[in-house]
């Protein structure tokens, strides 16, 4: 594993299960399980990863290691159940809710998928789970060949047998561990482009440093900026899941009305919905207050699409849930993206991640649990943006419909918004804290309300006239009397 994948797995803990999900919603009628189980059996060869388990080196002398599972069963990892017909939303929402809760279990490939029918209106869904150490949002986006297909009719090959490699053993794991940690750092170095030793390592980080400095919001000023902290707090074992959506069309029309990006407009929406909540709860208490969110962003590059590891990193944005005017509130993160834009173009983000492999397996295990047990109240929210396709997509010759992201929660961080988007509409879904968020349908309904708050201003601004182009000059009516009779048309004729 990379020193982030890790990360990740040793962030998993009795009340945070780390795997990220979804649930996909179909047209129906629903296939079989054997059918699922099949289809899933063929697929297997693309992605190796999902027949294998971690294991642990001795000591954590390295870090862990992906190896095949002798014992790997699909039918422990692809799942049937169903809801009481016809089955609402909500009891969809409720069921997700309950599995996606649950942790994997870790002593074995770190995925599953359930199987659901009895949905209203003849439909169907899949939800799916897989462990964040496994892969991140952008990657399980490109993976979605491994279940889906582009058209109703395509083909699939017939599952193949599958021998699982032999396992290394504890002296053998240990060996290539101390070789791994005297390889890596090497890698490392080598690939960093031309850096001439450590004198220009040193001018090059002097100068990266120089650069965030002057376009990253100040942490200083972020520390004296007032947070929502009542959001943050222990995390107990239960999940609430609520979602939402809005068309791309309603947010392509508040970008070009009202500027900025598509990415800008989807986080002021969202702060009309921590808005609500706050207010809700009666802790407005000031219009400079915030809810600080994490917003990972890919730093995946084109050829590596579809790796199974993670490439993310994250900035912090501050989203004015105390200023009562949406435009301002626009206003401020688009600000503050752009800021962040020009620190990550001015950075190597990927190299800083890479640094991470130089710490020893044991100090980035105990650092990452640490951490996650103290708990933190500098941000109070995670909210992530995975791009979907725009093009339908089908499961044995079913049209999916809909689909929502699932992300998890944890070190204090008690609400998390997954934003997927597909075709023309992006869903936003919700993963809260079930004893700290009986309110979470307000945050969702708020979200959507600020979508249309936007989209009025839009519209308002759109039939505003700009008074800063000169009026046409309107040419003066001939006197009455000169004045030629205006043929009026058959139906003002009839009126």
């Known amino acids: 594993m990379s020193a982030l994948d890790s990360g990740f797995y040793f962030a998993e803990s009795e009340n945070t299960p780390m795997h990220v999900g979804s649930v996909a919603v179909f047209d129906g009628p629903a296939p079989s399980y054997g059918d699922v189980v099949r289809l899933l059996l063929s697929k297997l060869p693309l992605v190796p990863r999902y027949r294998q388990r971690v294991r642990e080196v001795p000591l954590q002398l390295g870090r862990p290691m992906w190896v095949d599972d002798p014992h790997f069963q699909i039918l422990y990892h692809v799942r049937h159940t169903a809801v009481p017909r016809p089955g609402s939303d909500e009891q969809l929402r409720n069921l997700a809710g309950r599995i996606l809760g649950h942790r994997l279990d870790m002593s074995k490939p770190l995925w599953e998928i359930f199987l659901v029918e009895g949905l209203e209106d003849d439909r169907w869904a899949i939800i799916s789970k897989v462990h964040h150490c496994m892969v991140d949002g952008v990657a399980g986006t490109d993976l979605m060949q491994l279940m889906f297909d582009l058209s109703p009719d395509a083909t699939h090959d017939e599952p193949r047998d599958w021998t699982p490699q032999r396992s290394p053993s504890g002296a053998g794991m240990v060996a290539g561990a101390i070789a791994d940690a005297v390889a890596n750092p090497l890698r490392q170095l080598s690939s960093l482009p031309a850096l001439g030793g450590p004198r220009r390592v040193a001018k090059e980080l002097v100068g990266s440093g120089k650069t965030l400095a002057s376009t990253v919001p100040s942490l200083a000023k972020q520390a004296l900026t007032p947070t929502a902290r009542s959001l943050n707090g222990p995390i107990g074992p239960h999940r609430r899941w609520a979602w939402t959506s809005g068309k791309f069309a309603e947010l392509k029309e508040v970008r070009t009305a009202l500027g900025g990006t598509v990415n800008d407009v989807v986080l002021t929406a969202i702060t009309a919905g921590f808005r609500d909540l706050l207010k809700g709860r009666g802790e407005l208490t000031s219009d400079k207050l915030v809810v600080r969110t994490m917003v990972p962003v890919s730093v995946r590059a084109e050829n590596q699409r579809g790796t199974l590891n993670n490439a993310v990193s994250c900035v912090f944005v501050d989203l004015p849930v105390g200023d009562p005017d949406p435009l301002s509130r626009l206003e401020s993160i688009r600000g503050q993206m752009d800021e962040y834009k020009k620190a990550m173009q001015a950075v190597d983000v990927p190299s800083i991640i890479s640094m991470g492999d130089f710490v020893a397996p044991t100090l980035l295990s105990l650092g990452v649990r640490a951490a996650l047990t103290a708990g933190q109240v500098w941000c109070q929210a995670v909210t992530t943006n995975v791009p979907g396709p725009p093009i339908p997509?089908?499961?044995?010759?079913?049209?999916?419909?809909?689909?929502?992201?699932?992300?998890?929660?944890?070190?204090?961080?008690?609400?998390?918004?997954?934003?997927?988007?597909?075709?023309?509409?992006?869903?936003?879904?919700?993963?809260?804290?079930?004893?700290?968020?009986?309110?979470?349908?307000?945050?969702?309904?708020?979200?959507?309300?600020?979508?249309?708050?936007?989209?009025?201003?839009?519209?308002?601004?759109?039939?505003?006239?700009?008074?800063?182009?000169?009026?046409?000059?309107?040419?003066?009516?001939?006197?009455?009397?000169?004045?030629?009779?205006?043929?009026?048309?058959?139906?003002?004729?009839?009126?």
């Open 393 to 495: 997509l089908y499961v044995l010759g079913r049209r999916m419909s809909s689909a929502y992201a699932y992300v998890p929660i944890a070190g204090g961080t008690r609400c998390s918004i997954g934003i997927f988007s597909y075709l023309d509409t992006m869903t936003f879904g919700i993963n809260a804290d079930f004893d700290a968020f009986s309110d979470v349908d307000v945050l969702s309904r708020g979200i959507r309300g600020g979508i249309e708050e936007l989209l009025e201003f839009a519209r308002a601004e759109k039939a505003t006239p700009d008074v800063s182009q000169p009026e046409p000059e309107v040419s003066q009516p001939e006197p009455e009397a000169k004045a030629k009779p205006r043929k009026r048309s058959a139906s003002a004729a009839g009126r």
